[in-house]
């Protein structure tokens, strides 16, 4: 009897047996929570992964953004068909701001159950008959945008132009474009050299152009086309004297013949082919310049130099198709720059973008020589630039960019330091930048 009162108040071992009771619960609730925090884990490793991954689809310059997606969340170990891993990407979804250029990109994958489906929870999804939980992460990237300038636009390719190839260099190891981004319209090609242009961007192939190279690239449209609007009427009642052929042919009035000072405020007209007898030093108010519009004819430097000592000055050519030549031609130097505001601000030399015939030039910046600062715009030739483009002497700042039909360099070199003081808009278009993360 007293050894049974004895067991009665022997407490020894008591705590032992509250342990041993609710061990198996303790166990389970940790088991639960190192479950649940593994799917947390899981959750976020998906969620940095889909992060990075919206941005690079916002980031893509190709139009395969769902790649560019795939692809950075595969650098997260997360591979899309694999371990029943699922990225979704979707573009064209509309940002906080409204705007419909948005990227959004889901990363799932589903996890076994363990110790949780003890208690009854039978996950929310089966995957061949075992349930699972899906665990998933997603993000939202906006595509930011920024300008991508070009010193040089080939328009071949485009409806109206030709079906040349755009860019052309054979060799021409002297050719150095640095600071400068090329694009053709359609095919570009270098053969030896890059040109070293920062960027070379081609509608088609790119084989070779440029320090980074780009091939299936959106075509640019003519930027400067709707100038033509503002060349006024031909004033010349279908005279154009031209330089005589033989001896027999008559002299170019003194009219068309050029030399020392000339004023040209607003526009002056020229009928016909205009010879430079001696130097010319145009001058004029500053800012809007002035333009010389030569009708059916060259502007034969004649190794004489046409500069701007004061003012600015736009040189172009205008008519009709046929047996004219609307260029620049002879040994001389053509110095001058661009007008920095106005209707005419940055454009230096202007084909019409209707003449079609009598427009290629063979030896630009060679013959004459190309000290300009401005745009040289000659929508349907065929150009050869063979020498170095400088900028005006006088007055000019370092800024130089042509857009013709098709282009061959053989060796040359332009400055594009100062095109936003010159006054010129450069042809461009909108590139993807950084994404960013909106949601």
Not at 300 to 317: E, I, M, P, Q, S
Request: charged letters at 15%.
């Amino acid at each position: 009897m007293r050894r049974a009162r004895e067991l009665l108040i022997d407490r020894t071992g008591n705590i032992s047996i509250v342990v041993a009771a609710s061990l198996p619960v303790f166990i389970t609730v940790l088991g639960l929570s190192f479950e649940v925090a593994q799917w947390y884990m899981a959750q976020r490793a998906m969620q940095n992964a889909a992060d990075s991954a919206s941005m690079a689809a916002a980031m893509n310059v190709d139009g395969n953004f769902a790649l560019e997606a795939r692809a950075m969340a595969a650098q997260y170990g997360y591979v899309h068909g694999t371990d029943n891993v699922t990225v979704a990407v979707t573009s064209g979804v509309t940002c906080p701001s409204g705007a419909t250029i948005c990227y959004q990109v889901t990363i799932s994958k589903p996890t076994p159950l363990y110790l949780i489906g003890m208690i009854g929870y039978e996950g929310n999804i089966t995957v061949n008959g075992e349930p699972m939980v899906q665990v998933s992460g997603g993000a939202t990237a906006e595509q930011t945008l920024k300008k991508r300038e070009y010193c040089v636009l080939a328009l071949a390719g485009l409806p109206g132009q030709s079906n040349t190839e755009g860019f052309r260099c054979n060799g021409c190891p002297m050719a150095d474009l640095t600071g400068c981004n090329i694009m053709s319209n359609n095919t570009a090609t270098c053969n030896g050299f890059t040109t070293q242009a920062d960027i070379g961007d081609a509608y088609s192939t790119n084989n070779g152009c440029g320090v980074q190279q780009n091939s299936n690239q959106p075509q640019v449209d003519d930027p400067y086309e709707g100038l033509a609007a503002l060349i006024p009427a031909d004033p010349c009642g279908g005279a154009y004297p031209q330089l005589p052929a033989r001896k027999s042919d008559p002299e170019l009035p003194m009219s068309n013949q050029w030399s020392g000072p000339q004023t040209i405020n607003g526009n002056v007209s020229v009928c016909g082919d205009l010879q430079l007898a001696g130097d010319v030093d145009v001058t004029n108010s500053t800012g809007d310049g002035g333009v010389l519009i030569i009708w059916n004819g060259q502007l034969d430097t004649n190794g004489k130099t046409l500069r701007t000592v004061a003012g600015h000055l736009t040189l172009v050519f205008a008519g009709s198709n046929g047996a004219y030549v609307h260029a620049p031609t002879g040994n001389g130097t053509l110095d001058f720059s661009a007008p920095n505001t106005g209707d005419w601000s940055g454009i230096a030399i202007y084909q019409a973008p209707t003449l079609t015939s009598g427009v290629d030039i063979s030896e630009a910046g060679h013959k004459p020589t190309w000290n300009l600062t401005g745009m040289v715009y000659l929508p349907h030739a065929s150009v050869t630039l063979s020498g170095a483009v400088n900028k005006s002497a006088t007055n000019g700042e370092a800024c130089f960019g042509m857009v013709m039909d098709n282009i061959r360099v053989n060796g040359t070199g332009f400055s594009l330091d100062a095109c936003g003081d010159a006054g010129l808009v450069l042809p461009f278009r909108h590139v993807p930048g950084r994404g960013k993360l909106v949601k």
